[in-house]
């Protein structure tokens, strides 16, 4: 039934961008409705959570995904595309080549503290965002392509310009850092 | 969509269902599209031929100007080479004292040196004109 449901999205994207190609605009709008959600969850969290900032660069990715919709190959999924393009913006605004790879020393916080609850009275997914804060700004990314956004990891590691090797290095590291500072959840009484 | 090395990993459980909530659209769409339809029509203008500024048609239509007096003037100077050589003839034959002087055909091999010379000199114009455009 969901890969029914999931089948269907997928051919009314691909429909509307059929449509748009040929130039039909409400059609492309019904393409940015579609995926504007995830392509400003994406900046914002890549803008440290600009919102303004992150509406920008994602007006931005659509125009230039309008101007470019025929450079669209269709190898990968619109959406994969679309993240690649609001990246690829982000780095613009930034002036940044690339992802920085190095690991990034995160600064001490509360979660870090030995002894400290994650069940405590700010609530479960303050900690979960807590424990990403102090990753490394890749391995947040890597974590939050793949887990938020709703990428396979080869779709995530294309959209971060990485070998998908590489992006499991970074989500495994990730994980472990994650398991360390959230071990004291315990998902059996969370569930 | 999401693979994990660790299907029941608790933690990715976790990961998934602290996910943030999607974004209401709240206008997003509709201003998207607004700088979509500039961006379309910055486009259109782009495409459109830049018009050719007046000091370059003039400047065009003087250089045609000037080629196209080059060719009279080399026109009349051929007209005028023909026109004196004849009457050049006829003013020797008119004047010979004893009817000495006759017009009389060459043979037809006697062309051939004049011939050849023509046709250079029809092959060097051609380049130089080919050259000039």
Known sequence: ???????????????WLARARQGDRPAFARLVQSHQSRVR?????LTQGDAALADDLAQETFVQAWLHLNDFRGDARLATWLHRIALTRFLQHVRRPQLPLEWNAPEASAADEP????RAAEGLTRDVERALQSLSEIQRLAVVHCFHLDLSHAEAAQVLGLPLGTLKSHLDRAKSRLRELLGAWNPESAT | MNESDFPDDPLDALLLANAPEPLPDGGFVGRTMTAVDQAERARATQRRT???????????LAAEHRRHEAQARLWRWAVAGVVAGFALLVAAVALSPDDSVTVAAPAP?????????????AVWYAWRESRRN
């Open chain 1, 1 to 15: 039934m969901q890969f029914d449901a999931t089948a269907h999205a997928q051919a009314q994207i691909a429909g």
């Open chain 1, 41 to 45: 969850l994406q900046l914002r969290r």
């Open chain 1, 115 to 118: 002894g400290h609850d994650p």
């Open chain 2, 50 to 60: 830049t018009p050719v500024a007046p000091i370059v048609i003039a400047r065009a």
């Open chain 2, 109 to 121: 091999q006697q062309w051939y040196p004049l011939c050849l010379l023509l046709a250079f000199g």
